[in-house]
Nanobody, 125 residues
């Protein structure tokens, strides 16, 4: 089992920046590829960004490329999401997720085994 706890969500103005953190506990952190997903009211959960177990490979949803950066610190068992140039459409609950590193980076929520409780990000005009 892996336990994930997100933090850092808050209200921010459009154009601002925010950094989310996800602290993992339980099994060896570097056995897992990690990802961030988000879910806005009335919408399905969507992929935002993912990072391989070593941090060498990343992948982003097109709408966040160039604005968001995913990173991880395996010594601290933590994955981060740096979000810049935030837009109102980025408003959502952001979830951290983990999956086995055996099969490469994945973008479907169904392929992730472990989830945090989510942290709310609200971007105002």
């Amino acid at each position: 089992q892996v336990q994930l706890v997100e933090s850092g969500g808050t209200l921010v103005q459009a154009g601002g920046s925010l950094k989310l953190s996800c602290a993992a506990s339980g099994r060896t952190f570097n056995n897992y590829d990690m990802a961030w997903f988000r879910q806005a009211p009335g919408k399905e959960r969507e992929f935002v960004a993912a990072i391989s177990w070593s941090g060498a490979t990343t992948h982003y949803q097109d709408s966040v490329k160039g604005r968001f950066t995913i990173s991880r610190d395996n010594a601290k068992n933590t994955v981060y999401l740096q979000m810049n140039s935030l837009k109102p459409e980025d408003t959502a609950v952001y979830y951290c997720a983990a999956t086995s590193r055996l099969f490469g980076i994945r973008v479907l929520a169904a392929e992730y085994n472990y989830w945090g409780q989510g942290t709310q990000v609200t971007v105002s005009l």
